[in-house]
């Protein structure tokens, strides 16, 4: 079983023993986390280490060899992506992946269609919205292949806000980004976890995102190669042997 939330709380996600392969050749080893309301657990390793292919496997774009990922006490195992997305799991995938086409006004509706039935009034999330990406409420009408990137990495969670998610899913947020745009960003992740919504982020500037997160697991050779309860006492040796040395401290205790 994975190690239980920092806050004492229930979990609402548990991954156990989960197992993803491509062609035989394994990309996930037998991971396992947990993730409580309102908390931040960072994901962090090498590339390749299979931290995107982790967060598909909960969205179940990607089938497992093996285990199985609870949702709120209910296996996701059966489940398509969008009754996923149905159930509160949104994902910001790497690269955004905004329709430019569009204007940021429809990029906006097409998050509010995943919105359960039971969810608070729309207006009001859309004001919440607003308030945290000003930059994309003044500009509602601009095709947002026309926004900056960081702009569109604002739009790409918004857009997942509105389908007003228990647990969102962030794959690379800070990739492509000048360093004040990923403060801004990181700066909306702190006020989402405040609003209660909990936060799986995956991220390549691992400092950063071990310091900010409640809790960071290191994914190497698609394994958790080491946990970390707070990010104020993180042990940079440990980290990189974390990196570099998975087969010495695999699944250590944090």
Known sequence: MPPSPTSGVPPILDVLDVAVEYGGVPALSGVSLSIAPGEVVAIVGPNGAGKSTLLKAIMRVEPLSSGDIIWRGNSLIPATPDKVARSGIAYVPEGRHIFGELTVEENLRLGAISRPSSSTDLAEARGWVASLFPVIAEGRNRHAGLLSGGQQQQLAIARALLADPDLLLLDEPSLGLAPLIIDAVFESIAEIRDAGTAV??????AQKAMEFADRSLVLAGGLIADRFGD???????????AYFDHSSSQDADG
């Open 200 to 205: 799986l982020l995956v991220e390549q500037r």
């Open 231 to 241: 990010g104020r006492a993180i042990d940079q040796d440990r980290v990189r042997a």
